[in-house]
């Protein structure tokens, strides 16, 4: 089945330590998002890829890193820069720039 | 720059009543526009798009929406609905440029009651 998975579902880390966040889409799309989501706020775009080995930010990449060397992976990093990193993760893609995107199930990040 | 305002934080109604979910935006170009619905710790799914066309959409679960340029609107609407339908729901914007990037809205939460 085609789809995109986030692992893990649940992530505990303590207050300083960074933190690594796996998407992946076997849809062959080409872009990939990373969207934060936090109660009556919506969802906020972190950073966006439209192709392999580019990457723009978002709205709110500050505290935040990602990288996209392959197709079918975008991993984004919750550094100890992110002065409030607990919230739910979702990763995103889409064929193009003109498609609906579709979600992953997310990752909900809790930091102690 | 675009934005999309959902008026409304929570939405209670009763099993097999109406509801209608409100979605307005801003933008200066012309738009796409989405509904997503999110399920309790789960990702969203898409509900039902406009890209060009005719202005109401329809969704397989009995949903509508119609698109409304002079009003800047895309109300989400259901006739009956069920305990199922219990959800959050997101409105999205997003420009006919080259970012593909959505702009979502604070999202409704529907709460059908027995």
């Known amino acids: 089945d085609g789809g995109i998975t986030q692992s893990p579902k649940y992530l505990f880390r303590k207050e300083g330590q960074n933190v690594t966040l796996s998407c992946e889409q076997n849809l062959n799309h080409d872009a990939m998002y990373w969207y934060r989501q936090d109660p009556g706020q919506g969802l906020r775009l972190i950073y966006y890829?439209?192709?392999?080995?580019?990457?723009q930010k978002g709205d709110i990449a500050e505290g935040y890193s990602v990288s996209r060397e392959k197709k079918e992976s975008f991993p984004l990093t919750v550094t100890s820069a992110q002065k409030n990193p607990t919230a739910f993760y979702l990763c995103?893609?889409?064929?193009?720039?003109?498609?609906?995107?579709?979600f992953g199930p997310g990752t909900r990040l809790t930091v102690l | 720059a675009q934005s999309v305002t959902q008026l409304d934080s929570q939405v209670p109604v009763f099993e097999e009543a109406p509801v209608e979910l409100r979605c307005n935006y801003s933008?200066?170009?012309?738009?796409?526009l989405f509904w997503y619905v999110q399920y309790p710790n789960q990702g969203l799914q898409l509900l039902l798009k406009?890209?060009?066309?005719?202005?109401l959409v329809e969704s397989i679960n009995g949903f509508e929406a119609e698109f409304n340029k002079s009003q800047t609107s895309f109300h989400l609407r259901k006739p009956s609905v069920h305990i199922s339908d219990t959800a959050e729901y997101f409105c999205a914007v997003s420009d006919l440029g080259n970012t593909g990037k959505l702009i979502f809205g604070q999202g409704t939460t529907l709460q059908v009651k027995p």
């Open positions: 933008s200066s170009v012309s738009v796409y």
């Open positions: 406009y890209l060009s066309g005719s202005t």
């Open positions: 890829s439209q192709i392999v080995n580019d990457f």
């Open positions: 995103a893609s889409s064929m193009g720039q003109r498609n609906e995107q579709f």
